[in-house]
């Protein structure tokens, strides 16, 4: 059975792959801003681990044309 993240490494997945750009950068290069390109927000609390659909409403993570 694979091992279960601990919450700051599930929350670490919301920096995508693309960590350290800018909100401009990311929508220039047509990728959501608030989710980087996941199409979900990670949260976590107390082991309760949850992925929440993007606030944006991009398209799977893409920039909305």
Known sequence: MPQ??????WE?????PHPGRTP????ALGIC??????GVTYTAFGG???AVPCA???DNGKVPR
């Open 56 to 58: 944006e409403n991009c």
């Open 48 to 50: 309760n681990q949850r």
């Open 4 to 9: 279960r993240m601990t919450d700051q490494e």
């Open 33 to 38: 801003w608030h989710c980087s390109g996941n």
């Open 12 to 16: 670490a997945q919301n920096r995508g």
């Open 24 to 27: 401009a950068e990311l929508t």
